[in-house]
């Protein structure tokens, strides 16, 4: 492989040592469950995002379906989110017993459409959660106001966005509480599985603390039913090493980003909207194209790793054969997922790939090469 889609060893190599003597140092401690780690990240995090306060859990999915269940969404509730994103927002909706209700995105961003957003709601819509997909951040001005007007709760899907700003504010800090995963390709991620919840609202981090540790403020005194999900200590050490690298490698993100716009304008093919007055942090570097597979098996055939987020939507999933489908579809979601390619992107992608990324892409356009003048 000449360019890798995501390279973690490339990672390793920036922050392994570091990362190395705090798994040690806390193993030595043997203070392996929540204890100083999970707690110093959990604040270190919330500074970080500009909040009042974080909450660890095991996984991004966890720490989505724990904020819905806190604000009470269970069976006989319905949930709008975005048709375009991975699955794990639907399962956490899933997971309450409530209805999730998928809503097309828009078709620079792919983010939720504000307008379908408001129509898709009823009496039963209890939350609503935009996904800040790709590292930009979703349309949240509009979003809260239909939200603050009808009553629901806004939960922010922050698990492609750690860093990113929308109007001058931190993903993570624009609706009731946020939920970020550290899934280890993220840009923040751990070693393993990780995710938090971040909020302004009290009661909620109050909440949610509860339900990830079976419902005990005091050991063996169990108020409410719980769960275990709660962040694994060795991981909140590595993450703390992390986090104060995540504005750098965003920064380098962000470099490799514009360098991928002036080589594909160049080409006539046009890079990833960026809304105005908001910072996307460029988890995935996503353009649409033509003819998707045959182009990404002839750039594989020339050594460049891409991806694809996503190729089968939720409503087309084995999982939501039942789900109940919007009139009309999802047109938006559905051409996307016929042509969205995600060309590689990671902080330590060393520059002078990219024109060659987009030379292959180039070539890819072409059956053999040659055979076109
Ligand atoms: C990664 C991701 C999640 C879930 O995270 P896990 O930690 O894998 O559970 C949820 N939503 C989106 C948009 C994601 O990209």
């Given at each position: ?132 997909l790709y590292g930009q ?146 988890h995935l570097?996503v ?87």
């Open positions: 492989m000449t360019v890798r889609f995501v390279d973690l060893m490339a990672q390793w190599a920036d922050v392994g040592d570091e990362v190395e003597a705090a798994v040690v140092h806390t193993l030595r401690r043997t203070d392996l469950v929540l204890g100083h780690d999970v707690e110093r990240f959990e604040e270190e995090l919330a500074d970080y995002c500009e909040v009042a306060g974080a909450v660890g859990t095991d996984s991004g999915l966890s720490a989505l379906e724990l904020i819905l269940r806190a604000y009470g969404v269970g069976p006989e509730d319905e949930v709008i989110t975005a048709a375009n994103t991975f699955i794990a927002t639907a399962l956490a909706i899933s997971a309450t017993g409530a209805s999730p209700v998928l809503v097309d995105v828009d078709p620079r961003t792919y983010t939720i459409d504000p307008l379908l957003f408001e129509a898709a709601i009823t009496e039963r819509t209890k939350a609503v959660v935009p996904v800040h951040p979703a349309e949240m001005d509009s979003i809260r106001a239909i939200a603050r007007r009808h009553g629901l709760v806004v939960v922010e899907d922050a698990c492609q966005a750690h860093g990113a700003r929308y109007r001058g504010r931190r993903a993570g800090s624009l609706g009731d509480a946020a939920a970020f995963s550290f899934y280890p390709s993220k840009n923040l991620g751990a070693y393993g599985d990780g995710g938090a919840i971040v909020s302004n609202d009290g009661a909620l981090l109050d909440e949610v603390r509860l339900l990830r540790n079976y419902g005990q403020r005091e050991k063996y005194r169990h108020e409410v039913r719980g769960f275990n999900h709660r962040l694994d200590t060795l991981q909140a050490a590595a993450l703390r090493v992390k986090l104060c690298r995540l504005d750098g490698w965003n920064q380098a993100r962000r470099e490799r980003a514009a360098a991928y716009g002036q080589a594909l304008r160049a080409i006539g093919i046009e890079p990833p909207h960026v809304v105005d007055d908001v910072e996307p942090v460029w570097f353009i649409e194209v033509d003819e998707r597979d045959a182009r990404r098996q002839r750039m594989l055939e020339a050594g460049i790793d891409t991806g694809v987020h996503y190729p089968i939507p939720i409503h087309r999933q084995g999982a939501y054969a039942d789900l109940r489908v919007a009139a009309g579809g999802y047109p938006i979601t559905e051409r996307a997922a016929q042509r969205l390619l995600s060309l590689p992107m990671y902080p330590q992608l060393p520059l002078d790939l990219i024109p060659v990324v987009v030379d292959a892409l180039l070539a890819s356009a072409r059956p053999t090469s040659g055979a076109l003048t």
